[in-house]
């Protein structure tokens, strides 16, 4: 939420997503496209900032963020909690902390890094008001929402992050959120669906809840029985891979979700599911599968 000096603007054009940041001293554009595989998730075609001057403007519009307080809207979550009903939990969710917000809908990943190291007190400044924005948010709007878990959606990588930045940039802000969520009775899960094993240790003692959608190889380097060894007492949801998901002969797939759920059978504070996300292509009786074992082999006490 900008004050009035500052315009944002989204326009799709067939596969193309336009975005325009105007300012009182610059225009910033970036691109997204999207494909016929993810429909719904564009990828990055050109970051909204690239050089230093472009950071100086878009240092501008952080500059003019509002700080006033949000006026929470829950109508969309009382909609999905309604159809959802006794069968899960309906959740209300967080978008990505600051550097990962740069790092994936900003700048991009090269940039970041460039730009951290060449322009390191604009980019601190820039980071330090995306908190304090955040933080507002998650004070006036998630601790009192009527869900009762919250998952911040962070994409956590070692191929995004290394362990220093991750403790110097990430991980204190994570517990800030935390912090506010847990007094307010939330449980806040953090979604790392990349390469986490080196985050491991750090995790163990961070203050949130738990982690969403931990993924094995290939797509992660955390095997769901793994990360319960090294995260007592957290939280622990994922373990199927997305390329596992889209196997095509049900019985070897039956036998890899059977596999798994031997696995994690000694640990409790597990929830099987995606390790990520469901791939376009998914035979539905895949799905079936994982329901119908989870209601047979996953019945333990």
């Known amino acids: 939420p900008f004050d009035h000096s500052v315009d944002v603007h989204s326009e799709r054009v067939g596969d193309v997503l ?5 300012t009182p001293i610059g225009v910033l554009t970036a691109t997204w496209g999207y494909t016929g595989s993810v429909a719904w998730i564009p990828h990055p ?21 509002a700080e006033t307080t949000y006026t929470p809207d829950y109508s969309a979550y009382h909609q999905i909690d309604a159809e959802v009903g006794d069968e899960g939990v309906a959740t209300i969710s967080l978008m990505n902390s600051p550097l990962m917000y740069l790092i994936e809908m900003v700048l991009g990943l090269q940039n970041t890094y460039f730009l951290l190291a060449d322009h390191r007190a604009d980019m601190e400044d820039i980071l330090a008001k995306l908190h304090a924005a955040m933080v507002r948010y998650v004070r006036d709007v998630l601790a009192p929402a009527p869900a009762q878990v919250v998952i911040q959606y962070e994409n956590t990588s070692s191929t995004l992050l290394s362990p220093r930045v991750f403790r110097q940039y990430c991980l204190p802000f994570l517990n800030e959120y935390a912090d506010i969520l847990a007094q307010a009775g939330k449980v806040f899960l953090v979604h790392m669906c990349g390469k986490i094993r080196a985050f491991t240790e750090d995790i163990r003692h961070a203050r949130f809840a738990g982690v969403a959608d931990i993924a094995p190889p290939p797509t992660g ?13 957290k939280v622990v949801i994922g373990g199927i891979d997305p390329t596992l998901f889209i196997e095509p002969d049900l019985e070897r797939f039956r036998r890899s979700v059977s596999d798994l759920i031997g696995a994690i059978r000694p640990y409790s504070g597990v929830l099987l599911g995606s390790a990520d996300t469901t791939p376009r292509g998914t035979p539905v009786d895949n799905l079936r599968a994982v329901m119908d074992l989870v209601a047979t082999e996953g019945a333990y006490m």
Do not use: Y
């Open 18 to 22: 336009t975005e325009t940041l105007t």
């Open 221 to 233: 380097d955390l095997p769901l029985d793994q990360a319960l060894v090294a995260l007592p007492g």
């Open 45 to 65: 075609l050109k970051s909204l900032v690239s050089n230093g001057d472009e950071l100086r403007i878009f240092h501008a519009a952080i500059d003019h963020l």
